[in-house]
């Protein structure tokens, strides 16, 4: 079990910045992935950043590769993503979000919400232009 929390949204003008921060309950250390998704009003939601425990592989959506980075913490408590030239589309609830697996993780980490079973609240992040 873990609770995660996240924190760091707001609203900002395109072009700008804001840093995520997911905090979990308890150390996370192995055969992890945790994931920042989105969603935006009327759409699914959808993986934007994950982050595994093998060698701490990322991924990212074509949308906000470049502009996004997805980080962990050396405790491994705390997940971040910097998100960097914000644009409209942006805009959305983030989500983090974890699974764990019986085994090492090999290769990337699902981008599929439905594969990840704790959530955080969330936090609204606004781009307006």
């Known amino acids: 079990q873990v609770q995660l929390v996240e924190s760091g949204g707001g609203s900002v003008q395109a072009g700008g910045s804001l840093k995520l921060s997911c905090a979990a309950s308890?150390?996370?250390?192995?055969?992890?992935?945790i994931g920042w998704f989105r969603q935006a009003p009327g759409k699914e939601r959808e993986g934007v950043a994950l982050i595994s425990s093998n060698v701490g592989r990322t991924d990212y959506a074509d949308s906000v590769k470049g502009r996004f980075t997805i980080s962990r913490d050396s405790a491994k408590t705390t997940f971040d993503v910097q998100m960097n030239s914000l644009e409209d589309e942006d805009t959305g609830t983030y989500y983090c979000?974890?699974?764990?697996?019986?085994?090492?993780?090999?290769?990337?980490?699902?981008?599929?919400?439905?594969?990840?079973?704790?959530w955080g609240q969330g936090t609204q992040v606004t781009v307006s232009s």
């Open positions: 308890r150390y996370i250390t192995r055969n992890y992935c």
């Open positions: 979000a974890a699974v764990f697996f019986l085994r090492t993780v090999v290769g990337g980490c699902p981008f599929a919400h439905s594969s990840y079973g704790y």
